[in-house]
């Protein structure tokens, strides 16, 4: 009873990646997955949801919006790797288990300054799966349908929006591949226009 998607991830990928690193090279056939819609958020969003979430998960939201990493590697942050007078943080990114040194945006550094230090873990949060009820309450308050990997997609996609170079855009988010970095990015109209009529 799972989705396509879901079959995709847990079964098909690990199952060709094993067979690849067997030397078995045979393409498998996924199911379908329909095209999802666009899954970045406006400015104006992202500050609706700031705006009505409280305490640590406002602070947490604050971190995958400015800092636009996973989920996972927000929940995993540690305070020994957060070093506020630099106003850096470095994050474990998950895909490629590397470690990622990112600059701080102000509102971060605000942000996690007014959480209690502690030894270990930033937030108290144990896995992505203990957000559900805050991201349920957030929705029901705000009608703004948003699941944390958005968080990534808005970060991207207001980075580039603002005029960040893909090389830019690959440092932020910890991405290797130009690729990998513009699948997180929107073709707008207007924003393509607005390059144009600078030529």
């Known amino acids: 009873g799972r989705s396509n998607a879901t079959w995709n991830r847990a079964v098909y990928t690990p199952l060709q990646a ?49 800092c636009g990493v996973r989920v996972s590697e927000a929940v995993s ?68 349908h948003f699941h944390p990997h958005m968080g990534r997609h808005t970060f991207a996609d207001l980075l580039v929006e603002r005029g960040a170079s893909v090389r830019d855009l690959m440092d932020a988010g910890g991405w290797k591949d130009q690729t990998s970095a513009m699948r997180y990015t929107a073709r707008r109209v207007d924003r393509v226009r607005k390059a144009i009529n600078e030529l």
């Open 77 to 144: 942050l540690t305070w020994d790797r957060v070093d506020l007078k630099n106003q850096v943080a470095c994050f474990e990114l998950t895909k490629t288990d590397a470690d990622h040194w990112q600059p701080l945006h102000p509102k971060v550094i605000v942000a996690l300054a007014n959480i209690e230090h502690r030894v270990g873990k930033v937030f108290t949060y144990k896995d992505r799966h203990y957000l559900r009820p805050y991201l349920k309450r957030l929705k029901k308050v705000t009608g703004i």
């Open 18 to 66: 094993a067979m690849k690193h067997s030397g078995i090279m045979i393409s498998l056939k996924r199911p379908k997955i329909p095209k999802s819609d666009y899954k970045a958020l406006t400015a104006e969003q992202r500050d609706i949801l700031l705006a009505n979430a409280e305490g640590e998960f406002q602070i947490f939201l604050t971190v995958l919006f400015y």
